[in-house]
């Protein structure tokens, strides 16, 4: 105990009394004005770099601008970039043996909107910095999707050529996933998880800050593909080759654009793994853990185990592009399913990153909003681990028409149908906890039950999937579509929504407008179900998916399910607005708004800017409603007493 | 107590969802009416699915309804529910019960997998060729066709190829589908059960034109495949034949146009084809002139070599370049002359 003490009172002098600071000119501070020169000097650098070796190899023409803009742009200019804005400076001043600023946390906390924008160590101001821009991505690939959804109203071709609307369809999914949903969730973790386990922050800060300023390279870059000649990576965010090497530049976009959010996500999942197995609170088990918080310990090992793999698979596409390599082209030896093999060793995984968190987030509403125990806490954290183990044996059933191995089919079937039941136990869990309850119907655990409801709808047509002769007759068709949807939207974008909704009184001190959020489910909830559960029918009676045209006898149910989309879309400016003015002149929160007892609610809202004043101590499980006297934590020293009652 | 009437009342609104979604399920045409044998067994295993997934859904809702229905309390009441934290007979059954459920559906599918690929003892093979983005099927004897004809009640054993990327072959009413990867050869096995017309749709994603990769489909009954598979034979007997005399030359340009698939992507008045996604060869002379080659050079560069000239607001790199390995030289020979429009009468 007196060690924290120390430290806390460590961190409180040291604010008090930031080291001397050097104050650097407005050129070499921290921020955007270096960023911008940095970034410019790092491009001419890269730049130099390949025309250099070209002038010395004797190449023609000297100035090529495909490669210069890969090693340059892709490459050089983003290491510039973070350079720049600051999230080297800590390191490189050690490195060089110069004087650190000791670690003084001056750069933590958030005391006015323009500090957002600024590199920050604080999870707080990460996890709200990697929502707000995880929302903006949201927003462009939205709006991609209105636009394809346009083109799609009517058979025939209307707005756009072949070419830009798989480049939209493929920009979409790509922004979606690789810029929305996966940083999504880690920015809601990296927000309540150190709170949970009653850590002061996360175990790596600056690591944490880096992660985050990756981000928005990988984003910029996927929207960028458009400027590109020739346009957007236009071969699906499942990027096959052979097709990916010989696609207009564009798709090198993409392939960049991964290895950037790829080392986000991989960095953070280190950071989780790191604090959630070495920061916990004294007394605090892993069997003690909030489930958001063991989604999230699992989510971060698939993510670390899984991520390089995708990573390895764009770098070699490209490498047969600009290198002229054979990884995956049928001559000179190389392997063309081996590029799916890789690509789904990733992206299946990546569908459990999808939505772990969010089993998490849903976990902690449903007990919390039905005042009771969650229902089976220890087989909910095991369930997780078995769909851990098991999601690295199902990769090749996105493969069963792919021609690969004929004997993979059914153990790979098999696998796939088992991860039904640590699923299945989930969901059954939660049913079991509302029985009996005392539910209370606000905006989180609308989206909450929403989730459950959708995502079991999601789960049986994924049943359909797994069973190999019903997948062949409905892979790549508009069947995918729906099934992917249901659970990535009504599954992860659902929980997305309920965490925010749920979280927000803590994150802004404010609440949201109860009456705006319900409008916002009920809106999203009914376009959601018009838009994708048509596209179960269009499928399985014969419309592939990826096509900008199509036969006549779709048209009608096509309209409807563009104008349903266009309602989705609407429904998204509610939620903006809803966030927007609760979060500048909401009603003030307090601390406990749900009476929950997990840590993060027992201190202030917004939480103090080293979240406790003093190490809490743990003393019991953390959904002990209804147990009288039942207590998850004691905190001193600046808790709130009231909190539970 | 609340408890018993709860479980009452959940019972009625699992029923009543069942019915719902068992309509749903009936009174829609969710698949296509089968006619092949595999589409016939793929339809079994979606019965056998749906009626689990039926059962399973009504559950979920009944309970979620019903849970929201009677415990449902107001914002303002701050009691807690009691203190459950879990059943251990409860949780033994949803592991082991939904486990049982889908290893059925796994050795039902298992089945059915196994007896869609069998071929039997009298198959017809028929070669596919895919490429971007045109479908070419070769039947034994050399006879070639951009339609896919194919004899009723006997299983066709396709196999397939690709000189570029992959491709994947789905006829909806078949049911089966196979990606065709280059450089290895996919097999998959059809058994029409019915005669008509129908259509084949590319439905991986294989570039610009993969939306327009589609081809005719027809199933008849033995005799009239017999004779169809005679006239084309003959046909090509004939063209092979003439295709050294002068006049002959277009005509086989005129074959290899559909066959190659050149109509996928251009509009060309002679052969009755409109595509947009490459520029329209009735102005072939004129882009020949702009870019300052004689036609016939033009025509032969830009099949073999099409990067090499590049029309004005048509992108680069869109166009196969394996053309000028996988012609042959009477054909491509053939393709300039019915392209610069001489003899095409």
Redo the contacts between chains.
């Keep these: 105990m007196t060690s924290t003490v120390d430290e806390h009172g460590q961190h409180e002098t040291a604010y008090g009394h930031p080291g001397p600071p050097r104050r650097r000119g407005l050129l070499m501070r921290p921020g955007w004005i270096r960023a911008l020169w940095v970034t410019a000097l790092f491009f001419f650098i890269g730049m130099y770099i390949v025309v250099t070796i070209r002038w010395i190899a004797g190449w023609d023409p000297v100035y090529e601008w495909e490669y210069i803009v890969l090693v340059a742009g892709m490459v050089a200019a983003p290491i510039g970039f973070l350079t720049g804005i600051g999230t080297f400076d800590y390191w490189l001043y050690w490195i060089s043996g110069r004087p650190t600023v000791p670690d003084d946390h001056a750069n933590h906390g958030a005391y006015k909107w323009t500090d957002y924008f600024k590199v920050n160590t604080d999870h707080k101001v990460i996890g709200i910095q990697y929502l707000v821009t995880t929302f903006f991505f949201f927003l462009v690939g939205g709006f991609l999707a209105m636009l394809f959804r346009a083109e799609l109203a009517q058979p025939g071709m209307q707005f756009f050529d072949t070419q830009t609307f798989n480049g939209l369809v493929s920009a979409h999914a790509t922004l979606m996933i690789f810029v929305f949903v996966i940083p999504a969730f880690a920015g809601l973790a990296n927000f309540a998880v150190p709170l949970m386990l009653g850590a002061p922050d996360m175990a790596f800060p600056r690591l944490n800050a880096l992660s985050f300023w990756m981000l928005p390279i990988a984003g910029v870059m996927f929207a960028a593909s458009f400027l590109a000649p020739g346009g957007a990576f236009a071969t699906g965010w499942t990027s096959y080759a052979p097709l990916a090497s010989e696609q207009p530049f564009g798709q090198v976009f993409f392939n960049m654009g991964v290895q950037w959010a790829g080392a986000s996500s991989i960095a953070t999942a280190l950071n989780f793994l790191v604090t959630i197995i070495t920061m916990r609170a004294p007394g605090m088990t892993f069997w003690r853990m909030p489930l958001l918080v063991w989604a999230n310990f699992t989510t971060s090992l698939l993510v670390v185990i899984a991520t390089p793999f995708i990573a390895g698979s764009q770098f070699f596409v490209m490498f047969d592009r600009v290198m002229h390599t054979s990884f995956f082209t049928p001559d000179n030896g190389g392997y063309v399913l081996g590029y799916q093999h890789i690509f789904w060793f990733y992206s299946h995984p990546a569908v459990y990153i999808m939505i772990l968190p969010g089993f998490g987030i849903i976990s902690e509403i449903i007990s919390v909003m039905s005042r009771k125990p969650i229902f089976g806490y220890r087989l909910m954290a095991i369930s997780l681990l078995g769909i851990l183990v098991l999601g690295f044996s199902v990769w090749a059933h996105h493969m069963f028409v792919a021609g690969m191995a004929d004997w993979l089919r059914v153990p790979m079937m098999i696998s796939t149908l088992l991860i039904a039941v640590p699923t299945g136990v989930k969901v059954f869990s939660w049913l079991a906890t509302l029985w009996e309850g005392k539910i209370h119907l606000n905006t989180p655990m609308l989206f909450a039950l929403g989730f459950v409801s959708m995502f079991v709808i999601g789960g049986l047509s994924g049943i359909y999937l797994a069973a190999v002769p019903i997948d062949i007759h409905a892979s790549d068709t508009y069947f995918i579509v729906a099934h992917i949807h249901y659970v990535l939207f009504g599954g992860s974008v659902f929980t997305i929504f309920a965490g925010i909704y749920y979280w927000f009184p803590k994150m802004t001190g404010r609440m949201y407008n109860e009456r705006l959020g319900k409008l916002h489910f009920w809106l999203t909830f009914v376009a959601f179900n018009v838009t994708f559960f048509p596209m179960h029918w269009v499928g399985l009676v014969g419309m592939p998916r990826r096509v900008a045209d199509y036969a006549g006898t779709f048209g009608a149910l096509n309209m409807v399910v563009s104008i349903a989309s266009f309602a989705l879309g609407a429904s998204v400016a509610i939620f903006a607005y809803n966030i927007i003015t609760s979060w500048v002149r909401g009603p003030v929160a307090g601390s406990n708004p749900w009476r929950a007892m997990t840590i993060e609610w027992q201190v202030s809202s917004p939480p103090p800017v080293f979240n406790f004043d003093e190490i809490p101590q743990v003393v019991g499980g953390p959904y002990e409603y209804g147990v009288p006297g039942a207590k998850h934590a004691v905190l001193r020293g600046g808790a709130l007493q009231e909190a539970h009652v | 107590m609340?408890?018993r009437a709860?479980v009452v009342k959940m019972v009625v609104v699992a029923a009543i969802a069942a019915l719902i979604a068992t309509l749903v399920a009936v009174l829609?045409?969710?698949?296509?009416d089968s006619a092949s044998e595999e589409?016939d067994?793929?339809t079994f295993?979606?019965w056998f699915?749906t009626i689990?997934?039926i059962g399973?859904?009504a559950l979920?809702?009944a309970?979620?309804v019903e849970?929201?229905w009677a415990?449902?309390?107001q914002?303002d009441?701050?009691?807690?529910?009691?203190?459950?934290?879990?059943?251990t007979g409860?949780?033994v059954a949803?592991?082991v019960v939904?486990?049982i459920l889908?290893?059925a559906?796994?050795v039902?599918?298992?089945v059915?997998?196994s007896k869609?690929?069998d071929a039997g003892s009298n198959p017809l093979t028929i070669k596919v060729f895919a490429q971007q983005f045109a479908w070419r099927f070769d039947y034994a004897g050399g006879v070639q066709s951009d339609e896919l004809v194919m004899p009723v009640h006997r299983s066709v054993r396709f196999e397939m190829d690709s000189p570029?990327?992959?491709h994947?072959l789905?006829i909806?009413?078949m049911?089966?589908?196979?990606?065709?990867?280059?450089?290895?050869v996919?097999k998959i096995v059809i058994t029409p059960t019915r005669t008509g017309r129908f259509?084949l749709?590319?439905?991986?994603?294989?570039?610009?034109?993969?939306?327009?990769m589609r081809a005719p489909v027809r199933v008849l009954e033995q005799p009239a495949f017999d004779k169809w598979l005679e006239k084309q034979s003959s046909a090509r007997g004939g063209s092979a034949g003439g295709g050294s005399a002068g006049g002959g030359g277009a005509q086989v340009g005129k074959k290899t146009f559909a066959s190659a698939g050149c109509g996928g992507c251009h509009a060309f008045e002679p052969a009755g084809t409109d595509a947009?996604?490459g520029p329209s060869l009735d102005n072939l002379a004129a882009d020949a002139e702009k870019a300052g080659k004689p036609l016939p050079d033009y025509i032969r560069e830009s099949i073999v070599n099409p990067n090499a000239y590049v029309v004005p607001s048509y992108?680069?790199?869109?166009m196969p370049t394996t053309f000028g390995e996988t012609l042959k030289p009477e054909e491509l020979d053939g393709l300039v002359v019915f392209l610069s429009g001489k003899g095409a009468e």
């Design positions: 609340i408890r709860a829609i045409d969710w698949l296509p589409m067994r793929i295993v979606y699915a689990i997934c399973i859904f979920v809702v309970v979620i849970a929201v415990f449902r309390v914002p009441d701050d009691t807690d529910g009691p203190p459950i934290h879990g059943h409860l949780e949803w592991t939904p486990a889908v290893i559906i796994g039902v599918s298992a059915v997998l869609n690929a570029d990327v992959i994947s789905w909806p009413e049911g089966q589908k196979q990606d065709v990867v280059p450089g290895t996919q259509r749709i590319c439905t991986e994603l294989c570039g610009l034109g993969h939306s327009t947009e996604i992108k680069s790199g869109v």
